[in-house]
């Protein structure tokens, strides 16, 4: 289903997304300065920090939701930023998202919900779309709900069906802003499983925005650490690495959760 004529991605491994010298203020507020790091295809990479230091706006930036101050985004070779607008709309349809709000329309069914990108995006019949729609809620484990209103199901069957939605257009890459806030541990234990299981069976790249340090350490191939006074990224490698052997006791206590860690570190 993805006809990409203008997106072709790297092989799994290679650099699909680019992030160079990025700087975001907002107004007089300086949120990032001279960010860069790439992501690999296939790479499951999550995005963590204090709160505040930028890691939605980074998000966001990343998918051309916004403008940056300076600096540039690629995607598979297209700068974000400045694509044409065949581009611009081959760019949408490889990017999944799965925001904090899960972001269901409440009045619409699960199978409805999912159906709404491939009405924008494919010209599949209404059949062939609700066997899509079908199809994506097995994947995430709610085959048989796709009559279901969103207010009908619980938080973390909310999540799944988001992100069969995030799913719908089969993305080559998928974002999530915090996709564990307001589940309780097991219901996020069993949504960082599916997350893995996704990745491993689709070999979809996932940027994920977390906190959850439980979640990190289940699921990110590599993390990157963005710090608010330095105003961009202080740490990238595996977590558990960072934790042990980081030469920066902020980043060795944000991932080893040390009472104060993140904020504390900076003052000691
Ligand atoms: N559209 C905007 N206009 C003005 N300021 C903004 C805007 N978006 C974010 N900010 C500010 O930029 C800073 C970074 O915000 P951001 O939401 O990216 O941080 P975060 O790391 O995701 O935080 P949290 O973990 O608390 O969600 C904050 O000070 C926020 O108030």
Avoid: Y
């Avoid at 997350?195 to 350490?217: P, R």
């Avoid at 030469?247 to 040390?258: A, I, S």
């Amino acid at each position: 289903m993805n006809s990409l004529a203008a997106i072709t991605p790297p092989e799994p491994g290679e650099p699909i997304i680019k992030v160079r010298g990025l700087s975001v203020r907002f107004g007089e507020l300086e949120v990032l300065r001279d960010v860069s790091f790439d992501v690999m295809r296939g790479e499951i990479l999550v995005i963590v920090g204090g709160s505040g230091c930028g890691k939605t706006t980074l998000l966001r930036h990343i998918i051309g939701l916004h403008q940056p101050n300076a600096g540039r985004v690629e995607f598979s070779g297209v700068d974000v930023h400045n694509a044409s607008s065949r581009q611009t709309r081959a760019l949408r349809r490889s990017f999944g998202m799965l925001f904090q709000s899960g972001a269901l329309l409440g009045s619409m069914n699960l199978a409805e919900n999912i159906c709404l990108p491939l009405e924008d995006h494919t010209s599949l019949s209404d059949r062939e779309m609700l066997q899509v729609a079908q199809m994506k809620l097995s994947l995430v484990g709610l085959a048989g709900f796709q009559n279901h209103l969103p207010a009908e199901i619980s938080g973390g069957m909310k999540k799944r069906a988001g992100l069969a939605r995030a799913m719908a257009l089969d993305p080559l890459a998928l974002f999530f802003d915090e996709p564990s806030a307001g589940l309780d541990p097991i219901t996020s234990a069993e949504l960082d499983a599916l997350i893995l299981d996704l990745n491993k069976a689709l070999g979809t790249t996932m940027i994920i925005v977390s906190h959850e340090l439980a979640s990190i350490f289940a699921i990110a191939h590599r993390v990157i650490m963005l710090d608010k006074s330095k105003k961009g990224l202080i740490a990238q490698g595996d977590p558990r690495w960072l934790r042990d052997n980081s030469p920066d006791p902020l980043v060795r206590n944000f991932f080893g959760r040390n009472p104060g860690g993140v904020e504390g570190a900076r003052t000691k």
